[in-house]
């Protein structure tokens, strides 16, 4: 006996979010394919998959921290499930990310010798900043542009020709250098009110994905910036609501790879001088335009440029009655747009002999989940298993892979086995 139901998943660049649980993407269109892992049976059209499930999957009781139950006859408490939730809304699957497949992105990773240019750091996040820091030095004119290139591979090329570059094109050089790296960077329309600050309405912005901090992080390659409250980065949301709501007292601006860290009161801070422009500083004017917030839910910028028209915009009283695009308003702005992705949704139930284990994700080019058990080397393993943890304390550790070998966030599950 089977109980079938229908989820959606999209498919382009490995992107997999089945409901509930996560296959391997499956290519091509207007074909049928039928992939089987274990007793999940998926047929998949376009991008409709038809999962069915053994009889009774949908009734299992997912497992809490601090739950005690008789496992195989010895008696098992759950210390710990630390884990990232699969979120698939109307925001999380309007995004497009760009393809592992895209020769364009090899290409940027090669020429530019991007892996070099981040070797230096320790960790993912280490990695990330440094990369800001080169997107942000590759401008040599700032001011109105004096070429109609976009793109990352076309705009460093101009550069190159001693053409004129402003925010937008510093988004389009980071977003796709990130996406090369196997990284997942989103571009950012923001727009300041009317009756705040001066010059400039518009700037352009990015949020990239950090395992590391398991959130989404403000990066803006213009001022090679990034901002931290108590030592945590922050979204482009959480950054708004300290400016304007809590005028920035907690926060810290840290600036280029060398991580020189300003508070409000520091500001304005020379970031360069251009001539034909002046002066660029990072002050108000660079902070501002986050009243509102445009999340543009395309990074393939190389190909198909921003989706504007898909564009969802966080917007309220901050803004006052400046009129700006009109376009989908989070309800929750907190967290619509903050979906997770790159993770390995845990769910904990209890089976025969053992606790089941599945695993979800909404992770672009995925290829693999992989696994570890008390600390040990970390192996491939598919989306459901049955673990059978020892006597004592146990510990497992499961993350996601993309295509590019770059893992994603750990979940983490502790048990303890009555002796």
């Given at each position: 006996?089977?109980?079938?139901?229908?989820?959606?998943?999209?498919?382009?660049?490995?992107?997999?979010?089945?409901?509930?649980?996560?296959?391997?993407?499956?290519?091509?269109?207007?074909?049928?394919?039928?992939?089987?892992?274990?007793?999940?049976?998926?047929?998949?059209?376009?991008?409709?998959?038809?999962?069915?499930?053994p009889a009774g999957a949908a009734a299992l009781v997912a497992l809490r921290a601090g739950d005690e139950l008789t496992v195989?006859?010895?008696?098992?408490?759950?210390?710990?499930?630390?884990?990232?939730?699969?979120?698939?809304?109307?925001?999380?699957?309007?995004?497009?990310?760009?393809?592992?497949?895209?020769?364009?992105?090899k290409q940027l990773r090669e020429r530019y010798k991007l892996d070099a240019v981040v070797a230096a750091g320790t960790t993912e996040f280490d990695k990330q900043v440094l990369l800001l820091d080169w997107a942000n030095r590759q401008f040599k004119k700032f001011g109105k542009p004096s070429s109609k290139a976009r793109g990352a591979i076309d705009v460093l090329a101009a550069i190159d020709d001693g053409h004129t570059f402003f925010c937008q094109h510093y988004a389009d050089v980071l977003v796709s250098a990130a996406a090369s790296l196997g990284w997942y960077d989103r571009p950012l329309a923001l727009r300041r009110p009317d009756h705040v600050g001066k010059g400039s309405t518009e700037h352009t912005s990015t949020e990239m994905w950090s395992s590391v901090?398991?959130?989404?992080?403000?990066?803006?390659?213009?001022?090679?910036?990034?901002?931290?409250?108590?030592?945590?980065?922050?979204?482009?949301?959480?950054?708004?609501?300290?400016?304007?709501?809590?005028?920035?007292?907690?926060?810290?601006?840290?600036?280029?790879?060398?991580?020189?860290r300003y508070r409000k009161s520091d500001l304005p801070v020379l970031r360069g001088h251009y001539p034909g422009f002046g002066d660029l500083h990072l002050d108000a004017s660079a902070i501002t335009p986050y009243a509102f917030i445009g999340?543009?839910?395309?990074?393939?910028?190389?190909?198909?440029?921003?989706?504007?028209?898909?564009?969802?915009?966080?917007?309220?009283?901050?803004?006052?009655?400046?009129?700006w695009h009109k376009r989908d308003i989070p309800k929750d702005p907190a967290t619509d747009p903050y979906f997770p992705i790159h993770q390995a949704a845990v769910t904990l139930s209890k089976a025969d002999g053992g606790l089941r284990v599945s695993l979800a994700t909404l992770t672009p080019n995925f290829k693999a989940y992989e696994a570890r058990v008390n600390g040990g080397e970390w192996k491939p393993t598919p989306p459901e298993w049955t673990w059978t943890p020892h006597a004592g304390p146990n510990k497992l550790e499961v993350r996601a892979v993309n295509q590019f070998g770059v893992p994603g966030a750990v979940s983490t599950v502790e048990v303890d086995v009555a002796k």
């Open positions: 006996m089977f109980a079938v139901g229908v989820v959606r998943i999209l498919t382009v660049g490995g992107f997999v979010r089945p409901g509930g649980v996560s296959f391997p993407a499956v290519r091509g269109r207007g074909r049928l394919h039928r992939v089987t892992h274990r007793r999940h049976i998926t047929t998949v059209i376009g991008c409709l998959v038809f999962l069915a499930l195989a006859g010895q008696w098992v408490v759950v210390r710990k499930i630390d884990t990232l939730p699969l979120v698939d809304s109307d925001y999380s699957r309007r995004f497009r990310f760009d393809s592992f497949e895209n020769p364009k992105l901090h398991r959130k989404w992080v403000m990066m803006d390659p213009t001022f090679a910036m990034y901002a931290e409250k108590a030592g945590v980065p922050l979204s482009a949301y959480e950054l708004r609501q300290e400016w304007f709501l809590r005028d920035a007292k907690d926060v810290t601006f840290v600036v280029g790879k060398e991580r020189t999340y543009i839910p395309s990074t393939d910028l190389m190909d198909r440029g921003p989706d504007y028209a898909k564009m969802l915009i966080t917007q309220d009283a901050i803004g006052g009655g400046t009129k």
